[in-house]
């Protein structure tokens, strides 16, 4: 009877879903049609176990109890088989996970934008602002050229991490006279330790390894990131603009 139910319930759904004329999802349908098999075999090993024997003088006869014993181990094989089917197919549907949006799409090149800033000066005097404002903030100069200058910064936020800022500073002409463009990279690093054995040289027995271990820490690079931030840049350009008088 759950058998011929289910059948009816399907029947229903999928002529409902022809009617609407929707797109059938392949993974639901699988996980569908695999529990409508396992709910079967479950009501027909229901049905198919054996009554225990009857101490009351009759014997169950049996060749017909070891039919249904066949039967039933039959349908709980087939039972196994279904539920771990389903749980392979949930499995699968949760590490198939839908990827978002990649950084390129929001990418929205807008004419207005936070990092650049205009200068009545000529694009040599402008960057040489730009140099005394990094200068003035701490900033070592990496690389510095008539129009283009290359700052950076260490940052310690924590005892195991390092950050670097690196702010470059590019000088052109335009109608005003000059215009900077500013970029700054952010980049992260984390301590890690090394573990090595300690060794000594002896010039009888070579090299000799002791015991104990020396930790070494080295810093990883863990991550890089443009800094977009518009108010990081407006600071920038505030700093940059008290000295442009």
């Known amino acids: 009877m759950l058998s011929a139910y289910l059948r009816l319930e399907i029947a229903t759904k999928f002529g409902r879903k022809q009617q609407r004329g929707d797109v059938a999802d392949p993974w639901a349908d699988l996980i569908f049609g695999l529990f409508f098999r396992l709910t079967v075999a479950i009501a027909r090993a229901t049905r198919l176990r054996p009554a225990p024997r009857r101490q009351c003088g009759r014997h169950t006869n049996s060749l ?35 990827k978002g949006p990649r950084p390129y799409q929001s990418e929205s090149f807008a004419s207005e934008t936070p990092f650049q800033y205009y200068s009545n000066r000529d694009q040599e005097a402008a960057c040489e602002i730009g140099k005394r404002a990094l200068l003035s903030q701490g900033y070592l100069l990496d690389d510095s050229k008539p129009l283009s200058i290359r700052a950076e910064k260490f940052f ?17 002409p335009s109608s005003l006279g000059a215009v900077i463009y500013a970029n700054a990279l952010e980049t992260q690093y984390e301590m890690k330790s090394n573990g090595s054995s300690a060794g000594v040289s002896v010039a009888a027995l070579g ?39």
């Open 207 to 245: 090299s000799v390894s002791l015991p104990w271990s020396i930790d070494k820490d080295t810093l990883v690079k863990v991550g890089e990131e443009t800094v977009t931030t518009p108010g990081f840049y407006e600071r920038l350009f505030a700093l940059i603009k008290s000295l442009d008088f």
């Open 64 to 98: 017909e109890y070891a039919a249904m014993t066949a039967a039933l181990k039959s349908s709980l094989a087939v039972c196994r088989s279904a539920t771990l089917a389903v749980l392979g197919c949930l499995v699968l549907s949760a590490c198939v996970t839908t």
């Open 156 to 172: 310690r936020p924590r005892q195991d991490e390092v950050t670097r800022l690196t702010i470059t500073l590019v000088c052109l």
